[in-house]
């Protein structure tokens, strides 16, 4: 769904709009080529809701989505937006679901928070809560495909979010939200039986940056990659907000027109894999805090990125759960900003100068295996088309 794509080609609604005679429309949130999504003020409520419009049409995500929600809410384990309504409104010619409101997405919401630092003490809450949700969701039978910073939400202080006038207010520090996930359109069964093999080239689905190594080769999803996309939305927030791979990727992503999505994805495996095998290698050498990863980033990227994990297993989420929980017992007033020291572009770093080098002969080295593969890429045939949804 390209954002400046719009196949609706209008706003479905406008602000003030009344909607199914209950829901007023406050402001438009986002748009894809079949989707648009709203905040408005349930008259009944007065609670801030979402309606999430698709166009109508055969195969929607809606409905795949609504059923995943109603399922959860049933199951009632977990954090998810709850279905208020879903229903095709004829006149505007598309599908609705009213949901709850989740808050402000953790990408606006840690962006917000990026001069106060994010402590490790709010990484730890949020992972935790993460994990605990991404379990329910797969003891649900599903697997989200598309974890990012943007499907997650978190509420701030409950209490104003229920009043009308708080929807304007701007999101306040993340330190005791409540994390939820949201976005199940890409969602898909979990495969449980032995008989049902992964295939290799199989769905480029999902968004680039935060996919996992496997999910970059093109190989079926299972719960292994929901799990290393959390790994990389932490590693995210370790870093202010960047991740390691960002800058090289997207220059890369300038010359995408003469790159197939499988090409694309390919070289975004070898730039992901090197860049985690360096930093582990950098991390066990230097022993200067300030220039090195935090343990427990180290132990999740040994765990649950460079491990071999079956395409079958069930992820070990307990450990996740532990190695996240034993920040507790140390320093919870620790900042970030040692941790984005280490490769965070933007920020000034306190690393010696010997370090700083490395750091950038790291990233020189991803970003000329980049151009490399770019080059081989524009030798190849360039038939492949992706057919499904945007997400990159
Ligand atoms: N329940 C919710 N609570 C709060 N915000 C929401 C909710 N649902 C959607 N949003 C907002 O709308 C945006 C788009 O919604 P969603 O991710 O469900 O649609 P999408 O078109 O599939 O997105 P994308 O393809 O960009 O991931 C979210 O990133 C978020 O900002
Ligand atoms: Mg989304």
């Given at each position: 769904m390209p954002k400046n794509k719009n196949r609706f080609e209008v706003d479905l609604f406008k602000p003030k709009e009344v909607y199914d005679k209950k829901f007023t429309i406050v402001k438009k949130l986002d748009e894809g080529s079949y989707v648009q999504v709203y905040k408005a003020l349930?008259?009944?409520?007065?609670k801030v809701v979402i309606l999430k419009c698709e166009i109508d049409r055969k195969n929607n995500y809606s409905d795949l989505e609504n059923r995943i929600l109603e399922k959860l809410q049933s199951r009632n384990k977990g954090n998810f937006p709850k279905v208020i309504s879903y229903k095709v409104c004829k006149p505007k010619k598309c599908s609705v679901i009213v949901m709850t409101y989740q808050g402000w997405t953790l990408k606006d919401s840690c962006k917000q928070a990026i001069d106060s630092n994010i402590t490790v003490s709010c990484i730890r809450k949020i992972g935790i809560q993460l994990i605990k949700n991404i379990r329910a969701l797969h003891k649900s039978?599903?697997?989200?495909?598309d974890l990012k910073p943007s499907n997650v939400c978190c509420e701030f202080d409950i209490e104003s979010m229920k009043k009308s006038d708080s929807i304007t207010e701007k999101p306040k520090f993340i330190r005791n939200s409540t994390v939820s996930i949201i976005d199940f359109g890409l969602c898909k069964k979990i495969k449980r039986k032995e008989s049902q093999k992964p295939k290799e080239d199989d769905s480029y689905s999902g968004n680039l940056a935060y996919c996992s190594l496997n999910t970059c080769k093109g190989i079926t999803k299972s719960r292994r990659d929901d799990i290393q996309s959390i790994v990389f939305i932490i590693l995210w927030m370790c870093c202010k907000c960047n991740l390691p791979w960002n800058s090289a990727q997207y220059d890369a992503i300038g010359k995408r027109g003469q790159q197939t999505r499988k090409e694309l994805y390919n070289s975004a495996y070898i730039v992901r894999k090197k860049i985690l095998k360096d930093q582990i290698e950098h991390s066990k050498k230097s022993n200067k805090s300030s220039s090195r990863l935090p343990d427990f980033m180290i132990q999740l990227i040994n765990e649950f990125c460079l491990k071999e994990v079956g395409f079958h297993d069930k992820p070990d989420y307990d450990k996740f759960l532990s190695i996240l929980r034993q920040l507790k017992q140390k320093s919870t007033k620790k900042t970030t900003s040692s941790v984005s020291n280490t490769m965070n572009t933007n920020h000034k770093s306190k690393t010696s100068n010997k370090e700083e080098s490395h750091q950038k002969k790291i990233k020189n080295q991803s970003k000329n295996q980049i151009k490399k593969e770019l080059k081989k890429s524009e030798t190849t045939n360039t038939n492949e088309r992706h057919h499904k949804k945007k997400k990159h």
């Open positions: 349930d008259s009944r409520t007065h039978g599903y697997l989200h495909g």
